[in-house]
């Protein structure tokens, strides 16, 4: 019983990650991550090493900035 | 051939001074150890391929072969998938081995670009559904309805066999390319290959395309709309609530974007459902009762504001929603397909395949293969394969999973669009189907109309028209052109026997309409924007300050342009007296399979340069195809005395009937609807002599390209300078063993540096 619990909230965990993933949510996440290993972390930003990190909604706004610079296609 | 193999080796070879192991891991399983994997058969191995094998042996049999009085939907589910299997684990492998031949100690522009934003390494199931997402839209959907006519088997047998020898091949090619080019555009790599005269043409072709595709795909949401105030009414509602999303992740949740498309999909059903009680009132259905022009001119309308106002408020969110959908009810067709495994009766090829028919004029040859060109062969993918995903892609050999793969999903969704079509009656269908002209919009003239074909099996009666178009909540389904109602009706018959039953089916009637709708405005959108930037770049050529895009006028001008060219077409399409789906489809399949024309002549000249000539065949096969097949229709429209099939054959005999002083001709009751033929055939012509132009200037310069390369022994490449990776990632959805062993030893050093480092403070970004 437990085991397939475990299963089953391994696959909604997994599941969740896909979703998440297509969606682009983890951009963010994806961008800190970066950021901390080029620039040396959130911190060292702060203190003048390279551009400081964004803010989540910094970034947001950045993304939909981009986007609207350099439209990408959808397919018919 | 020894000669260039020895220079295949340089090219490619261990020349480039790239490392296996950099640093502490490997970046990439030796090719030998791979190698051995693939060649050891073990005995459990084999037994699956020979039993997907077998399974897909048989399918083919029951379709191909049998001939009953129906066939199982089940057979086409089967058969194409061990048919993709088999491509995809063989004829994709030597794609792979012998053409592209990726290299995984190479870095990709994800990781030698990174930049955390349009550079970034993305893990390649995510960017499967991704690029999936991207490439999949309403055309699969449509096309392989109106290619019903000729019967389930030509349409089925060009969906799979096309996809596996051109359209996956295609898609694998240009995302290849363009990955090793850091992410170049189409347009910017046919200059490099082709030269200035080739990369215009391919430039100018690309942009009216554009305008072709987007036009005709508004044209589907118009006549699926048209008369429909339930549809009018819950597709309305999907810009409110991408608007509610927009202002919602702007001001009050960045980021969160699985909730806002939960909460998007919510409000999305509860449009549906709205829609048919306000459908159900009088002022309701007077409200929203809306004819075709008018429909036309709100999606123009609707088209240019969407077009300039900022992206984060209607583009974003409707995209995020759009690709919610997109997933969720392909899976879920899948699923419903699958346990309802509806009986098929429609004849393996019709009557109509060598003759034409009242929905696709002119013979299955060349018809059929611009009728269903999404699903087998889509020019448009090449614009998305030279996109973003190039830029996103983690490891150089997973393009073959993406790019190949993803095209065969597509085209399984194709396939699962004609199941759903043909699984409605054959009377519904050419009843649904066929134009104005010929049923008259009534269910007496359709009844009569369809009868009178002669169809064997075919006995409509109009109880069944008007009992179908109240199960599905619409006044009549008679002439309702395009694809998409068609569709939507087969889908509300699979699911309701699902969920629901008959009283279940105007709801999912809507729900697929809805769900076309919703893919087919985001593409308008995009399809604007994308125009537009190209429209900017070229007049600031001439006019240096349409370069600057964020110049306001600029914009707008540009818009304007371009959706004033779609706009016409819609317009033309909306009013025109022959029913404009069947008139302006071929052109919307021409266009797309030109596109892949010209993409795949791009890759030729591409292959060709890196002096790989012995397995130049792999590109040559599927462009010759599409480039005969293309330019053969096109002279059809142009040249054909058949006024059906001919676009100035039917100018011709209307002129002609005007010049006679007659008020009347064929399907145009008036004089002012003779003139509108008149005008209509005009403009369709003219734009085929402009594709068919365009793209026989694009080959034959590829075809030069090709050939001085052979000439000159070429063996160079464009491709940006060899980076070392520094990562590793397992190239197909289930890594191999050897794979996996790899891949737990990079865990297991992520893990290492991680608790090596100092704890994370908490997050600043907040």
């Known amino acids: ?76 | 051939m020894s000669t260039t193999s020895g220079s295949q080796k340089d090219a490619t070879g261990d020349s480039t001074g790239l490392d296996l192991i950099p640093d502490r891991l490997p970046v990439a399983v030796a090719e030998e150890v791979l190698e051995a994997e693939r060649r050891n058969w073990t005995p459990a191995k084999i037994a699956l391929w020979a039993g997907i094998s077998l399974v897909g042996a048989v399918s083919w049999v029951m379709l191909a072969v049998v001939r009953g009085e129906t066939v199982n939907a089940a057979w086409f589910v089967f058969a194409a998938v061990a048919t993709y299997l088999i491509a995809y684990r063989f004829y994709s492998r030597f794609i792979e081995k012998h053409l592209l031949r990726p290299d995984d100690r190479r870095a990709t522009p994800a990781e030698y670009k990174a930049d955390g934003k349009d550079y970034a390494v993305t893990d390649r199931r995510v960017l499967f559904g991704h690029h999936f997402a991207a490439i999949a839209g309403a055309g699969p959907l449509v096309g392989p309805v109106l290619a019903a006519q000729m019967g389930y088997l030509p349409g089925t047998i060009w969906i799979i066999v096309g996809v596996i020898l051109a359209g996956a091949v295609q898609d694998y090619l240009i995302l290849f390319f363009s990955m090793r080019r850091g992410g170049r555009s189409l347009g910017q790599m046919a200059r490099d290959e082709l030269g200035v005269i080739g990369g215009t043409a391919a430039l100018v072709a690309t942009l009216v395309i554009m305008v072709i595709i987007v036009a005709i795909l508004a044209l589907v949401v118009v006549n699926a709309l048209a008369e429909s105030p339930w549809g009018v009414f819950s597709v309305s509602m999907t810009i409110p609530i991408a608007l509610l999303m927009g202002v919602y992740l702007r001001f009050f949740r960045p980021g969160k974007v699985t909730e806002v498309s939960i909460i998007g999909f919510v409000l999305l059903i509860a449009a549906i459902i709205g829609g048919g009680m306000i459908a159900g009132t009088e002022w309701g259905a007077a409200f929203f009762h809306l004819d075709k022009v008018t429909i036309a001119w709100g999606i123009i309308i609707y088209g240019f504001i969407a077009a300039i106002l900022p992206v984060w408020l209607l583009l974003a969110p409707r995209d995020y929603l759009s690709t919610f959908m997109k997933i969720g009810t392909i899976l879920m067709l899948a699923v419903a397909i699958v346990i309802v495994r509806p009986e098929i009766t429609v004849p393996a090829v019709s009557e109509f395949a060598a003759t034409g028919g009242p929905v696709v004029s002119g013979s299955l040859f060349p018809f059929l293969f611009v009728t269903i060109a999404c699903g087998a062969l889509s020019g448009f993918h090449a614009l998305i394969a030279s996109g973003t995903t190039p830029k996103l892609v983690q490891k150089e050999r997973q393009t073959r999973f993406i790019g190949y793969g993803g095209m065969l999903m597509e085209s399984f969704v194709a396939i699962m669009a004609l199941v759903a079509a043909l699984s409605i009656d054959r009377g519904i269908y050419f009843a649904m189907n066929s134009p104005v002209a010929l049923t008259g919009g009534t269910v007496e003239g359709a009844v009569a109309f369809v009868n009178s074909l002669g169809l064997t099996g075919v006995n409509l009666t109009p109880d069944m028209l008007t009992q179908t178009a109240q199960n599905v909540g619409e006044e009549s389904i008679v002439s309702r052109t395009g694809g998409a109602p068609t569709l939507s009706v087969g889908l509300a018959h699979i699911m309701q026997q699902v969920a629901g039953g008959t009283g279940m089916m105007a709801f999912w009637y809507h729900f697929a309409i809805m769900f076309e709708a919703l893919f087919i405005l985001t593409a308008v959108d995009a399809g604007t924007r994308v125009a537009r930037f190209m429209l900017q770049d070229s007049l600031g050529n001439f006019f240096p300050k349409f370069k600057d895009t964020s110049w306001r006028t600029g914009a707008w001008l540009a818009t304007a342009v371009m959706v004033g060219a779609w706009g016409a077409v819609l317009l033309m399409g909306v009013t025109d007296p022959l029913g404009g789906i069947n008139t302006l489809f071929p052109l919307f399949g021409i266009a797309n399979q030109l596109l892949a024309a010209i993409a795949l002549a791009v890759c030729m000249a591409i292959v060709a340069k890196r002096g790989n000539f012995r397995y130049l065949w792999i590109v040559a096969l599927p462009l010759a195809f599409a480039a005969v097949v293309t330019i053969y229709a096109s002279f059809l429209k142009i040249f054909s005395t058949v006024p059906a099939v001919g676009y100035f054959a039917q100018n011709r005999a209307f002129s002609e009937a005007l010049a006679a002083g007659e008020t009347s001709f064929g399907a145009a009751p008036t004089v002012q609807a003779m003139e509108a033929v008149v005008r209509n055939t005009m403009v369709q012509g003219l734009l085929s002599i402009l594709f068919v132009t365009l793209a026989i200037i694009v080959i034959v310069t590829a075809i030069v390209a090709t050939w001085k390369a052979y000439r000159s022994g070429s063996n160079t490449t464009d491709e940006d300078a060899a980076v070392q990776s520094r990562i590793f990632g397992p190239a197909a959805f289930v890594p191999t063993r050897a794979e996996k062993e790899l891949e737990v030893q990079w865990d297991a050093q992520a893990a290492e540096l991680k608790a090596a480092l100092p704890p994370k403070p908490a997050r600043s970004g907040r």
């Open chain 1, 1 to 76: 019983m437990r085991a397939v619990l475990a299963a089953v909230r391994s696959g909604a965990r997994g599941i969740a990650w896909f979703v998440r993933g297509v969606l682009g949510e983890d951009a963010y996440d994806k961008y800190v991550a970066h950021h901390a290993a080029t620039h040396g972390g959130a911190e060292a930003g702060a203190c003048g090493i390279g551009e400081p990190v964004m803010t989540e909604r910094e970034f947001w706004r950045d993304q939909t900035d981009r986007q609207q610079k350099n439209p990408q296609n959808r397919c018919c």
